[in-house]
């Protein structure tokens, strides 16, 4: 077992995140003691190395030689074949839209202005049915349809981070289907 207090970070992690002690007291109400918390997300081995291409502006993903299929968010374990997958591959950043809601609210329960539009994607070059979540946007909720081919927005190189935010979003690939 590796030793997570002593200071120096997992292997595959991003770096601690600190949470100040304003955010803390903010969400949780007055407390009368220093937080002074940390945390870390451990991320391993597949979900680094595809965070990491992500900050690059490529999606990677894993291939089962066995199986044939092509994993997006990669995983270094199959589990129809129950074996490790075998290679990286780099896919698509297009994709289709697999299944989309149409969100009125926010996670609290607020009223949304614009309604955000989640949806699973289905990445070209990985295996069909297979993909991530993100959402769509430069869409109106009307256009949008299952299979609609869509391409990734990303964050311009400077502000990528190494985060599924480093696509902020998906857009119709045809352009008289974009709204602004
Ligand atoms: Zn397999």
Request: overall charge negative; aromatic content about 8%.
């Given at each position: 077992?590796?030793?997570?207090?002593?200071?120096?970070?997992?292997?595959?992690?991003?770096?601690?995140?600190?949470?100040?002690?304003?955010?803390?007291?903010?969400?949780?109400?007055?407390?009368?003691?220093?937080?002074?918390?940390?945390?870390?997300?451990d991320t391993g081995?597949?979900?680094?190395?595809?965070?990491?291409?992500?900050?690059?502006?490529?999606?990677?993903?894993?291939?089962?030689?066995?199986?044939?299929?092509?994993?997006?968010?990669?995983?270094?374990?199959?589990?129809?074949?129950?074996?490790?997958?075998?290679?990286?591959?780099?896919?698509?950043?297009?994709?289709?839209?697999?299944?989309?809601?149409?969100?009125?609210i926010r996670w609290?329960?607020?009223?949304?202005?614009?309604?955000?539009?989640?949806?699973?994607?289905?990445?070209?070059?990985?295996?069909?049915?297979?993909?991530?979540?993100?959402?769509?946007?430069?869409?109106?909720?009307?256009?949008?349809?299952?299979?609609?081919?869509?391409?990734?927005?990303?964050?311009?190189?400077?502000?990528?981070?190494?985060?599924?935010?480093?696509?902020?979003?998906?857009?119709?690939?045809?352009?008289?289907?974009?709204?602004?």
């Open positions: 077992m590796t030793d997570r207090n002593d200071g120096a970070p997992p292997r595959n992690t991003l770096g601690p995140t600190p949470l100040k002690d304003a955010a803390f007291r903010e969400a949780v109400g007055a407390v009368d003691w220093e937080v002074d918390a940390r945390y870390a997300w081995v597949a979900v680094g190395e595809y965070l990491r291409g992500l900050r690059r502006g490529v999606i990677l993903a894993r291939e089962c030689r066995r199986c044939r299929r092509v994993l997006v968010p990669p995983r270094m374990f199959c589990e129809q074949c129950f074996r490790p997958t075998d290679r990286w591959v780099q896919v698509e950043d297009t994709g289709i839209v697999n299944t989309f809601s149409i969100c009125h609290d329960m607020e009223p949304l202005e614009e309604p955000e539009l989640p949806a699973v994607i289905e990445i070209d070059g990985a295996s069909r049915g297979i993909g991530f979540m993100h959402k769509l946007g430069e869409v109106a909720p009307e256009d949008v349809s299952i299979g609609l081919a869509v391409e990734a927005v990303w964050a311009p190189d400077e502000e990528r981070r190494g985060s599924i935010l480093d696509i902020r979003y998906f857009r119709p690939r045809e352009p008289s289907l974009r709204r602004t």
